[in-house]
């Protein structure tokens, strides 16, 4: 593990032991020691240079990864999952809540909360994001995180029944992700009217816009939470990573997202700039499709022995000290890592053996071996042309030859979705709420991209969607970790990395394995 990555888990290990010690406050905050040196001062404005400008400020309606951060501090949602306790859920919006019968979730709401506009925050406006959510147009990008759900009455002021189809237990796990907008503002005009101004009830509001090039929020000092220590934010639009990391250099921002692995390396040495980071609960795949009616009949990846063998044919340890520098860590033969809801800490990921995938091939009718066709999408992920690259160089060695198209993202995703491609370079998202749920439900044989089809497997999915007690679910979910590791269900590579550089003024900053920053703990030194 390199020095970075020690120094981040130590910082992780100091905010879980802060967690346990601070009580409930609001969700995630706590008090951290300073990620860097010097003594911090309330106020000031942090500025965070993005690598994109947010695809929209409706988070309801679609999301990117640039914005996810700005999300987090301007909006709230019913329940919180705690990433550094594996989703642990926590209250939010909703003080409590509880399976009255076995289609019925009851919350209990905060009676604190005001909008952004000062008006009270109650159980209306919960009624009217479910029926936005659900039913609303556009159709929410995110309707399955509580795709059970058929519908929400008001009980009174401050408690919600959210009615589903059928038992599900993992209702409030979604609700994690579902962020709660105004009443008022959705009968003005519904998705409109949230994506021209949202008025949240997070702990920032959005104060300055200039369409590309940055996002300013200023203190909410009605928040019904800890107050922030920062008196702003600005999310500052720096697409080229050079460009980003030359601002960071020169003091023009404070926090740099995305650094890429060669610069954070030559970053280190710097006394005014620290580089943390983080796995991400992303799992990057090399994904086939198996169950698509596209996908010829006589593919050799139907063959478990071949997928086998291209799982002991990669050097995974080798891309991620390689390309990746250390920033992360391999996954072991599953979907869901160790910070995730699920993880499954029995197995093991496939050892690099180029002999027993070369037996396996000979073995499955392919001592010559066989060729393929993988897309990837340059861009999306970090050095994803140079991982793909170097996983076909080292598939050649076994005789399997590997054909890379590369594609833009978007029309990769769409493509997947068409269940069009055979094989792709992907990364399935277990955050924000690092529960497994999010991407077993992937590999039923009813599943959206056809991947997968296993009789046992959908029985388990069914019973963990199903099941109230989460030791009892995350138990049922390795289980199902075990017929992916052993039926190859993917190439399983590594966890994305997740890397900042970091001024020397910021104090308490901490990675996470979300993919959001967690303003509530981070203050700037008086310098």
Request: hydrophobic share 40%; glycine share 8%.
């Amino acid at each position: 593990m390199s020095k970075t990555m020690r120094t981040g888990a130590a910082l992780l290990t100091t905010l879980v032991l802060a967690l346990t010690a601070c009580g409930t406050q609001s969700p995630g905050a706590t008090d951290t020691e300073a990620s860097q040196g010097g003594s911090p001062t309330a106020g000031g404005t942090l500025v965070v240079g993005i690598g994109g400008y947010p695809a929209s400020l409706n988070p309801n309606l679609q999301r990117s990864a640039v914005g996810y951060s700005l999300h987090r501090a301007t909006l709230d949602t019913l329940t919180f999952a705690n990433s550094l306790e594996s989703g642990k859920l926590e209250p939010s919006l909703a003080e409590s809540w509880e399976l009255i019968d076995d289609t019925t979730w009851q919350f209990k709401l905060r009676e604190d909360v005001l909008w952004h506009d000062g008006t009270p925050f109650t159980a209306d406006d919960v009624v009217a994001t479910v029926e936005l959510v659900l039913n609303g147009e556009p159709p929410a990008q995110y309707r399955n995180r509580i795709s059970s759900a058929v519908g929400a009455e008001k009980v009174d002021d401050y408690t919600v029944n959210v009615m589903t189809a059928e038992k599900s237990a993992i209702l409030p796990v979604g609700f994690a992700d579902i962020y709660i907008h105004q009443a008022a503002q959705i009968e003005d005009g519904g998705n409109d009217a949230i994506s021209a101004e949202p008025i949240g009830t997070g702990q920032f509001k959005i104060s300055e816009r200039e369409e590309g090039v940055s996002i300013t929020v200023v203190r909410n000092d009605d928040y019904w939470g800890e107050p922030a220590q920062l008196d702003a934010i600005e999310f500052r639009n720096l697409t080229e990573d050079a460009t980003r990391v030359a601002a960071l250099e020169s003091g023009e921002i404070d926090i740099a997202y995305n650094v890429p692995p060669d610069d954070a390396a030559r970053l280190e040495a710097s006394d005014d700039i620290a580089i943390m980071s983080t796995p991400l609960g992303q799992s990057m795949m090399v994904q086939w499709a198996l169950t698509s009616p596209q996908i010829p009949d006589d593919n050799p990846l139907a063959d478990v022995r071949v997928r086998q063998a291209l799982n002991y044919a990669v050097d995974k340890q080798s891309l991620v000290d390689n390309l990746l520098l250390g920033y992360t860590e391999i996954l072991q033969g599953q979907i869901v890592a160790s910070d995730g809801l699920g993880f499954n800490p029995d197995l093991d990921a496939y050892p690099f053996d180029q002999d027993q995938a070369r037996s396996l091939l000979a073995e499955a009718g392919y001592p010559d071996g066989f060729e393929f066709t993988m897309t990837n999408a340059e861009g999306r992920y970090v050095k994803s042309k140079e991982i793909g690259e170097a996983i076909a160089g080292q598939l050649a060695e076994v005789g399997v030859t590997v054909n890379i198209e590369m594609s833009e993202h978007g029309t990769m995703v769409t493509s997947a979705g068409e269940q069009t491609l055979q094989t792709y370079y992907f990364g399935w998202n277990y955050f924000p709420v690092m529960d497994g749920d999010f991407v077993v439900q992937h590999y039923t044989c009813d599943g959206r991209y056809g991947l997968f089809c296993d009789e046992e497997y959908d029985q388990l999915q069914a019973q963990q969607r199903s099941e109230p007690d989460p030791e009892i679910r995350a138990q049922i979910i390795a289980e199902m970790q075990t017929i992916l590791h052993d039926q190859a269900a993917a190439l399983f590579l590594f966890q994305a990395p997740d890397v900042f550089g970091v001024s020397s003024r910021v104090q308490g900053f901490v990675p996470t394995p979300d993919n959001m920053i967690d303003f509530r703990t981070i203050s700037l030194t008086s310098e």
